[in-house]
């Protein structure tokens, strides 16, 4: 057996989590592998964080692949009674940021300061009730054809 690392660094220790993960390694097998070689000790930070979020009701959901399709994140989302929304794997070219809305928004939000949440909703609302309809029912028509060339691409990127 190898001589265990002690003290390692915590961006070691998830650079090798990481890789673990990516190579497919179920955690159990991966907390077994780091117990291993750096002792007993290197996932007492995690396993001290941990403590208590449950019955505190945070719940931490990590970067794994396809979380939103595990049984039991659905199981957690359904006991909250939240309404889930399917998303789209990213495409920059219909990326929910780069909409009609969005850019003009940054705009309008350009500069100021708010002075708090509250503030900044009714900033943002007043700004929405400003608009002209016009100005929704152009957006909203320039996302059919960005759409139709997604599909007709078979969801390759698709340049503006």
């Known amino acids: ?37 750096y002792g007993d000790n290197a996932m007492s930070a995690i396993q001290n964080k941990r403590r208590g979020m ?15 399709c595990s049984a039991r994140t659905k199981a957690e989302l359904n006991s909250f009674k939240w309404q889930i ?13 780069d909409y009609h809305l969005f850019p003009k928004l940054k705009v309008f939000l350009g500069g100021k300061n708010f002075l708090g949440d509250e503030d900044l909703k009714e900033g943002v609302k007043t700004w929405l009730h400003s608009l002209a309809a016009e100005q929704y029912n152009v957006g909203i028509e320039k996302l059919v054809p960005r759409y139709n060339k997604c599909l007709d691409s078979s969801g390759d990127f698709v340049e503006k």
């Not at 399917?86 to 920059?92: A, V």
């Open 1 to 37: 057996m190898a001589a265990l690392i002690e003290n390692p660094a915590k961006c070691e220790l998830r650079s090798v989590i990481r890789f673990l993960n990516a190579q497919n390694v179920r955690p159990i097998e991966i907390y077994r592998q780091i117990k291993a070689v």
């Open 85 to 97: 929304f399917g998303h789209p794997p990213y495409s920059p070219d219909l990326a929910p940021s």
């Open 54 to 68: 449950l019955s505190s009701k945070v719940v931490l959901i990590h970067d794994n692949a396809r979380p939103h």
